[in-house]
């Protein structure tokens, strides 16, 4: 039996991890610069999921000022090509003991371009996950990424995740105080992986008295693999699973790939499923969606190890259902924003989709700073967005420039929107990874309005508009931009939003039926 499900979380939803509590399953996804940051999704089937919350929701938790993008270059691929490296949250896990939810995460920060990023990592908590009320962070010492927590049967609690920095990293494990953060024992290398490129992403698990460690190592693209180790000792010594990689889509031409990052877990039923990191990516190098989430099945072979299904866009196995439950989507929760976001700038007036936006100085070029924009992530390959751009009363003196933006970070963005000074539609293509920067100019005579919209396949991007007023035509397109400027070797995935950009200050746009297909 199989179903077409895949990805379970499309569009932008890296580093999933899973827990299984009361025949729900949570889910939560790294989400770099954005705010609020972790999203947090209910399932009670794997295979209808809904946004239940944000376990980073409140801007007094951290700052995502520091989550600027590095361009690294990678060496060992094909010259010239760079990781586009966001900073901000990365990988988090979640897990559920003795009635509290526990999120271990880090936040990274490019504080020091020339050398490693500092790393700062915490442990936030809930007792009520569907009240969206996560706690403060409580940082720990941890010089590395992607934490993971296990208890062990006598109730100890352990932190493993991948230690140092670059590609020499290794998968280190010591004791923690889960309310205090403090560490309880040393901290030491437990495994170091096949020998690919930066092992990360680890999770442990126990079964038949082995500690199971997974983990990925080769890098999130084209080299990107699970791997697995166990030991009868939660110290080692690990040994490592003959048949690994357990999973990879390297050196393949499936369609989805750079499959990796995966959490091992038994639904209610019993049986094991994976939920991983992939790609949709084309036969020409497309991949717009960016890293997403999917399932895949798993079981145990007569040696003792994991073996997990190739990731497909359907998924065999029975889906399981635990029937009907409280879960339905919160409104507004998948709303995000670019770093440290002014809240107060942005007024929503319920009705219609209406939002009035002050206008910021700065603009989505900004490493640092919080630009007037909002959005949802793009869920769909195939789709629409649009808006209404209100401009009856505007100071037509100032120059504002208002619309649009398909947004992946500050190297990189499609955008189409109404510049006052001029005035003119203008549709912009920027992406400084690939060194492209194109735009194109349309003279308008300012009506009361200008409808905006974006329409995207898995090729292409098409950026329309038509003034708005009586005699009101039909949105004409006046650019295509390739997906592929749009694809690059990174983090993030694209989100799709308003934004609105002045020097003059105190400037409100008022923008009119919203809609993020
Ligand atoms: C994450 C690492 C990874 O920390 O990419 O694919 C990094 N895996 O585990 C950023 O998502």
Redesign the pocket.
Known sequence: MSQLINPIIPGFA??PSLVLVGGTYFLVN?SFHMFPGLPIFASRDLVNWNQIGNAIHKQSQLSLGLSDTKLVPLSGQKTGETLLATGGL??PTIRYYGGVFYIVC?NVVHRNRLGSDTTENFIISTGDIWANDWSDPVYFDFKG??PSLFRDDDGKVYLHG?GGTGPGTTINLFEIDLVTGKKLSEEKTIWKGTGGIYP??PHMYKKDNFYYLLI?EGG?HEG?MITMARSTAIWGPYESCPANPILTARDTDEYIQYT??CEAFQDVHGKWWGVC?GARKDSTGRAVMG?ETFLTGGKWDEGGWLVLDRVKLDVQGKIPSSGSGANTAVPMVDYIYIRDARLDNYDYVSEKGSISILASSTDLDSPTDSPSFVGKRQRQVVGKSSVIVFLAGVDQSLRIQAGLACYKDEHRYVRIYIDTSGPAVVTELVNTAQDIHRTSRHDVRLADSVHLSLEYTEQEYRLLFHMGGSDCEKPGCVATVDTLSMTDLD?VGPTIGIFAVSDAKETSIKFGDLVIG
């Open positions: 890296p580093d790294s990365y990988a880090t990424i992607d991948s990360e992403g990925s999130t990107h990796g990052h990191l890293r983090f």
